[in-house]
């Protein structure tokens, strides 16, 4: 999703391969932003997350049930394609994931609104904000260093390299923070989910009025 011009960054981490079964190529001597994107490894997985999305922002707009419930069955078609498509099938792991990138996604439909009176989704909706199986509750941290790398992304397209290599390793703390959490996908893999992440928050900055705050989720 982002512009593949080599910049410095941390390399790929051939210490943390991918499990065995795993379809995700550990891309050594890449930057992070060189690699292979996750959109990459399952288009339709990318086309379903966007119809989720969607969705999502139906059901806040008062779409009812049956926004929500497209919303889940479309996210749903994302994990398991996912699943299929990279080779690793921990299925709580991308529960975590394709939710954390949905709203990622839903948030820029919301971003010339106030989104706080939206209605939450009810238990036991994967979109329910007191769901245990999300990713800003799981490690905070981790969140927050995904947030950094969307500022920093966002920065770097008015040409400073600093920030592009700021990007990169928030990124990869991200994913290290994730998987210390969840180790049911690999270290690559989450670079890659903590890497879309940070490249959909870095687009949804370009759509904000400039007082609005940092995005978040």
């Given at each position: 999703m982002t512009s593949r011009t080599p910049h410095p960054g941390p390399a790929s981490d051939p210490g943390e391969p991918a499990t065995p079964q795993s379809l995700v190529v550990v891309e050594e001597g890449l930057d992070i932003l060189m690699r292979r994107g996750l959109e990459e490894y399952a288009p339709s997985a990318q086309v379903s997350m966007f119809e989720s999305a969607r969705a999502l922002e139906d059901f806040r707009l008062g779409g009812g049930?049956?926004?929500l419930e497209r919303a889940e069955v479309c996210a749903d078609r994302?994990?398991?394609?996912?699943?299929?498509?990279?080779?690793?099938?921990?299925?709580?792991?991308?529960?975590?994931?394709?939710?954390?990138?949905?709203?990622?996604?839903?948030?820029r439909y919301s971003a010339e609104r106030m989104p706080a009176f939206d209605p939450a989704p009810p238990v036991p909706s994967l979109f329910t904000p007191v769901s245990p199986l999300r990713l800003e509750k799981i490690t905070p941290e981790g969140h927050l260093r995904v947030l950094d790398a969307g500022r920093a992304l966002d920065r770097a397209r008015r040409g400073d390299a600093l920030d592009v290599a700021r990007a990169q390793h928030a990124i990869h703390d991200a994913a290290r923070l994730v998987r210390a959490e969840m180790d049911g996908l690999s270290m690559p893999l989450w670079v890659l989910i903590c890497r879309y992440g940070a490249e959909v928050l870095a687009y949804n900055l370009r759509l904000r009025p400039p007082s609005s705050p940092a995005g978040t989720i």
């Amino acid at each position: 999703m982002t512009s593949r011009t080599p910049h410095p960054g941390p390399a790929s981490d051939p210490g943390e391969p991918a499990t065995p079964q795993s379809l995700v190529v550990v891309e050594e001597g890449l930057d992070i932003l060189m690699r292979r994107g996750l959109e990459e490894y399952a288009p339709s997985a990318q086309v379903s997350m966007f119809e989720s999305a969607r969705a999502l922002e139906d059901f806040r707009l008062g779409g009812g049930p049956g926004a929500l419930e497209r919303a889940e069955v479309c996210a749903d078609r994302a994990i398991t394609t996912f699943q299929v498509r990279t080779g690793e099938r921990d299925v709580a792991a991308w529960q975590v994931a394709v939710a954390y990138l949905v709203e990622m996604l839903a948030a820029r439909y919301s971003a010339e609104r106030m989104p706080a009176f939206d209605p939450a989704p009810p238990v036991p909706s994967l979109f329910t904000p007191v769901s245990p199986l999300r990713l800003e509750k799981i490690t905070p941290e981790g969140h927050l260093r995904v947030l950094d790398a969307g500022r920093a992304l966002d920065r770097a397209r008015r040409g400073d390299a600093l920030d592009v290599a700021r990007a990169q390793h928030a990124i990869h703390d991200a994913a290290r923070l994730v998987r210390a959490e969840m180790d049911g996908l690999s270290m690559p893999l989450w670079v890659l989910i903590c890497r879309y992440g940070a490249e959909v928050l870095a687009y949804n900055l370009r759509l904000r009025p400039p007082s609005s705050p940092a995005g978040t989720i």
